[in-house]
C-alpha cells in the first residue's frame, strides 16, 4: 500500500537572525500511522557576532576547555574548579598545532583569563599583558608543577593588531621574554578575534554556549 504523508509546519520562530521551524510529519501505511517531528534552523546570516563578555569568569574557562578540546583531542586533560596551579587544560603528547610548523612534542600548558567589564582595545590590552606577565612568573617559579614546553595564553578581550605597536604583538613580546626562563618552545594567544574563529569552525560549540555568547 502506498504510504499517504501529511506535513505540517507547526511553529516559527526567529531568533538572533536563526528562524526555527518545527515541522511534524505524520505517515500512514498499512493501517498504521508513524509520527515525528524535526527542528529545522535556517540561518539568515553568515556566521553570528559573540559577546564574549556576557560569560562569567567559570562559563569562559568552561568554554576554553571546550575549544581545547577540539584543538588538541583526546589526550587533554582538564582542571575543575579549585587551585589548579594556573592551568586550565594540559596536554602531553604530539600533536600538530600548526600546520605550516612543526609538531608541538611536550608539555602544554593553557590558561584563561577572563575580563568582566572591557573598556577598549588599549586598556584592555594593558590589563592581558599585566595578567599574562603574573602568571608567567608564577610559573616560572613554581617548583611542585612541571614547565611547559609550550603555551597557550587564553582572554576573551580583543587585542589590536597595529604592527610593531598594537598590544597583539607585546602579549606576543611578554611571552618571549619569559620564553628563556620557562623556557618555552612555542606559544600562541587566544584572544577575541581567535576565539570566534574557533567557534565559528565547531558549530556544536557554539549551540551548546549560545545563550551566553549570543547577543
Known amino acids: 500500500a502506498r504510504a499517504l504523508t501529511a506535513t505540517a509546519c507547526l511553529t516559527t520562530k526567529r531568533y538572533n537572525q536563526v528562524r526555527i521551524q518545527t515541522i511534524f510529519t505524520c ?18 546570516r553568515a556566521m553570528p557576532d559573540y559577546n564574549l563578555g556576557a560569560l562569567t569568569t567559570r562559563t569562559f574557562e568552561h568554554l576554553i576547555q571546550s575549544l581545547a578540546a577540539k ?12 587551585p589548579d596551579g594556573g592551568r586550565e587544560a594540559t596536554y602531553h ?24 567589564r572591557t573598556e577598549g582595545t588599549t586598556a584592555d590590552g594593558v590589563w592581558a599583558i599585566e595578567m599574562l606577565k603574573s602568571e608567567l612568573r608564577k610559573l616560572s617559579r613554581r617548583e611542585d608543577t612541571p614547565k ?60 551548546a554556549y549560545a545563550a551566553w555568547i549570543t547577543p
Request: with cysteine; proline share 4%.
Open 27 to 44: 505517515s500512514h501505511r498499512r493501517g498504521a500511522f508513524s509520527a515525528d517531528h524535526v527542528t529545522v534552523l535556517e540561518d539568515l
Open 71 to 82: 584543538v588538541f583531542g583526546p589526550g587533554l586533560v582538564i582542571f575543575g574548579d579549585g
Open 93 to 116: 603528547g604530539t600533536i600538530r598545532y600548526r600546520k605550516d610548523g612543526d609538531p608541538w612534542k611536550g608539555y602544554t600548558i593553557l590558561q584563561a583569563k577572563f575580563r568582566q
Open 148 to 207: 611547559p614546553d609550550y603555551y597557550v595564553f587564553c582572554t576573551n578581550v580583543t587585542l589590536s593588531a597595529v604592527a610593531g605597536s598594537g598590544t597583539k604583538d607585546k602579549i606576543f613580546n611578554s611571552i618571549k621574554e619569559f620564553s628563556r626562563q620557562l623556557p618555552l618552545k612555542d606559544f600562541d594567544v587566544w584572544d577575541n578575534d581567535t576565539l570566534r574563529t574557533l567557534l565559528d569552525q565547531h558549530a556544536d560549540l557554539r549551540r
